[in-house]
């Protein structure tokens, strides 16, 4: 059996982020999603949110005895227990590059890649929903191809409008509302995936899953 | 009801915050300094939480069309009823036709009005906070602006001192120009900084820069770097937690903080303490002081006592007030 | 009002040479008349008679009068400064609880300010204003 370590840490005096040493798969995500579903069951556990393959617990009090959560979340993880999801499917149609993807080029340029290739490897795949935040209705993908791993940007933009298709290391996903960001902005879409008068709010939940298709590509 | 004749922009209406919403990646939004809406509301004898302005700029100017009580809480703005100068923390009557005008910040960063019962704004998804990156909650799920008329929840009562009350608040008054001390817990990354980072962090002082807003205060003091970096996993973040980009420059996330995120951690600013950036400029100064678990509990009691006190003193105030009559 | 209060009211009257008091407040109306050879005649008696009526700024209820300019945005009262009514010239403090004390008229601050800490019962005169004319 592999030995892994995890670590505890605050995200404030209210909050804790787990995050276990393992490998950024599906397989890791689903343990993640099953250990969120058991901690949102603890006495005093607000909300157990999961991040890519960590989770971040919210307290209504300050927590008393951090080795025991500790020692409580290691042992929810290493019990291996891991929830699968039936997700729905759902097709993006994707506007590549011009005004509204303006760091195409460097994506191609960073990975040594042409445009067309960087376009091909991003829309062939299918991605999961492994984690919804950032904003209202953002989902975090998993799926993308390692050939388009790319650093975060140094500064980040104070403000992108909603529809963004955006890639930073492994991971990429559509923006649900203009805000900033850090990431490689490379397209855009139409797609309403946070409504606060629809239940639930956010389109999207951890397990479904997302397929761009180019509906344009400008240079 | 009230009038708003002028208002700077980025003013809203904000309760406590929306909770249990973190999983749909929607933040809790909320008053930048939950201690000057929680005393606003109680001298009006409202719920804790009930929905204010949150006013970060002025000048700023209201018309009562009816006799109101209203209360003014957070930074000394030189308010003024008609021609009245206010005191800071106040809470009294408004005849129809006054006019409320809130002047230049002497100290601190936002005020907040309130009304009695609160603004009556709808609660969406469990808050009337208004929720600026989605567009929804609050006043018509945006900034304030000119000629938006205002409800009260309530209608005023009959009783309420007509001199006004007031509190004195010696622990919260802070002057202008002194350094902000935030305590904060060491956050994930924090032993991946140089040692030279960390002792700047932990003793220098960092200055908010114009880059700042609800969302998150941008600060700027000696450059952070860290000994092994890499790219993070994205994970949740919350109001508090301090960043470090590749820049080296700290950002505090606050009220309007993203869900998740992807920067190095390098601290978290203890919850008690929030209330002190949501008074603070740009311009102003910050140090970070070190704490654990047993401070962040320490501070949480001592911020309690201060309310329950507070809380205390203004309900046997009003019944003398009562007894009077 | 006790017995008390009655004396010093009726002590005070017979110092300053008047004949007849009438005090208001929202509880009670109270008429003190004493009888003319009661009443020591004053030396300076003409000229207080000549100034204009003075108005008084009382404490709203029991508790510590607290100066105003200290931790509330604003600027501390001074004696011969013009106020507008209902202007907040201080505070009664009950705990970190108050009241504030208000000017009932439009008017110039006369006399002295009370010191800080002094204790107050509801109704006691705290300032005294001329009334701008």
């Known amino acids: 059996m592999q030995i892994e370590t995890s670590r505890l840490s605050m995200l404030g005096s209210h909050a804790v982020l787990f995050t276990p040493d393992c490998p950024f798969d599906l397989a890791h995500q689903q343990r993640i999603w099953a250990i969120a579903d058991t901690a949102a069951n603890w006495p005093d556990v607000r909300e157990a949110i999961p991040g890519m393959t960590n989770l971040t617990l919210l307290f209504n009090d300050i927590p008393q ?3 025991a959560l500790s020692s409580q979340l290691d042992a929810a993880w290493d019990s291996g227990m891991s929830k699968l999801v039936e997700g729905t499917l759902l097709e993006v149609g994707i506007h590549y590059g011009g005004e509204g993807g303006p760091h195409l080029e460097d994506v191609a340029d960073m990975t040594g890649l042409s445009v067309q290739d960087v376009i091909r490897l991003h829309s062939e795949a299918e991605y999961t929903v492994y984690a919804v935040g950032s904003h209202a209705g953002y989902c975090y993908l998993g799926g993308l191809d390692p050939r388009l791993e790319t650093p975060r940007r140094k500064v980040p933009l104070t403000s992108l409008p909603g529809g963004s298709l955006s890639l930073a290391g492994m ?41 761009f298709n180019p509906l344009a590509v400008t240079p | 009801m009230i009038e708003i004749l002028s208002i700077p922009p980025l003013a809203t209406v904000q309760d406590l915050g929306r909770d249990n919403h973190w999983f749909q990646g929607l933040g809790r939004a909320g008053a930048m300094d939950p201690v000057a809406l929680k005393l606003a509301n109680m001298m009006l004898g409202n719920e804790a939480g009930a929905a204010t302005l949150e006013i970060p700029l002025s000048p700023a100017s209201f018309r009562f ?27 009294g009557l408004a005849k129809a036709g006054q006019e409320l005008h809130i002047g230049p910040f002497q100290q601190g960063g936002r005020v907040y009005l309130a009304v009695y019962g609160g603004v009556d704004v709808p609660e969406i998804l469990g808050s009337r906070s208004t929720q600026l990156r989605e567009s929804f909650g ?18 005023p009562p009959a ?4 001199n006004g009350v007031s509190i004195s608040l010696p622990e919260l008054s802070q002057p202008r120009g002194e350094t902000i001390e935030l305590r904060a817990l060491p956050a994930a990354e924090h032993d991946s900084f140089t040692d030279i980072a960390l002792t700047a962090f932990w003793s220098e002082t960092y ?12 600060l700027h003091g000696p450059e952070l770097t860290r000994d092994h970096v890499g790219e993070l996993r994205s994970h949740g973040i919350i109001p508090g937690i301090v960043q470090v980009p590749g820049g080296g420059q700290p950002i505090i996330q606050l009220a309007d903080s993203a869900t998740m995120g992807g920067y190095p951690k390098i601290a978290a600013v203890i919850s008690a303490d929030l209330w002190r950036l949501g008074q603070a400029l740009p311009g102003d100064s910050l140090r970070f002081v070190q704490t654990d678990l047993d401070g962040a509990r320490s501070a949480e009691r001592d911020m309690q006592e201060l309310f329950s006190t507070l809380a205390n003193d203004c309900k046997a105030m009003k019944r003398l007030q009562q007894g009077w009559r | ?18 004949s007849s008091l009438l005090v208001e407040a929202p509880d009670l109306t109270l008429r003190l008349v ?14 207080v008679v000549a100034k204009p009526a003075q108005i008084s700024a009382k404490s709203p209820g029991i508790g510590t009068y607290a100066p105003r300019g200290l931790d509330d945005g604003l600027e501390p009262i001074v004696i011969g400064q013009s106020v507008a009514s209902g202007e907040v010239l201080g505070y009664v403090a009950l705990g970190s609880a108050r009241q504030t004390v208000c000017a009932p008229i439009a008017g110039t601050l006369t006399g002295d300010l009370p010191e800080a800490g002094r204790i107050t019962g509801y109704g006691d005169t705290l300032l005294t204003l001329e009334p701008s004319s």
């Open chain 2, 207 to 218: 200055r908010i820069t114009p880059q700042s807003n609800r969302q998150g205060y941008r």
């Open chain 2, 159 to 162: 009783d309420f001192p007509s």
């Open chain 3, 34 to 47: 004493l009888p003319a050879d009661s009443v020591a005649p004053m030396a300076t008696a003409p000229t």
């Open chain 3, 1 to 18: 009002m006790t017995s008390e209060d009655l004396d010093q009211l009726v002590t005070a009257m017979r110092a300053n040479a008047v």
């Open chain 1, 171 to 211: 991971q990429t996903g559509v923006s649900a509302s203009a805000g900033p960001s850090g990431w490689n902005t490379i397209g855009t879409a139409d797609v309403k995936f946070f409504d606060p008068l629809r239940s639930p709010a956010s389109l999207l939940r951890p397990g479904d899953r997302i397929k």
């Open chain 2, 65 to 91: 069309s009816e006799d109101q009580v209203f209360a003014l809480t957070g930074a000394a703005c030189g308010a003024r009823l008609d021609d009245v100068p206010l005191p800071r923390y106040w809470a």
């Open chain 1, 65 to 67: 005895d951090l080795d």
């Open chain 2, 138 to 155: 609050g006043f018509e799920g945006r900034i304030l602006r000119a000629g938006d008329i205002l409800k009260p929840a309530l209608t």
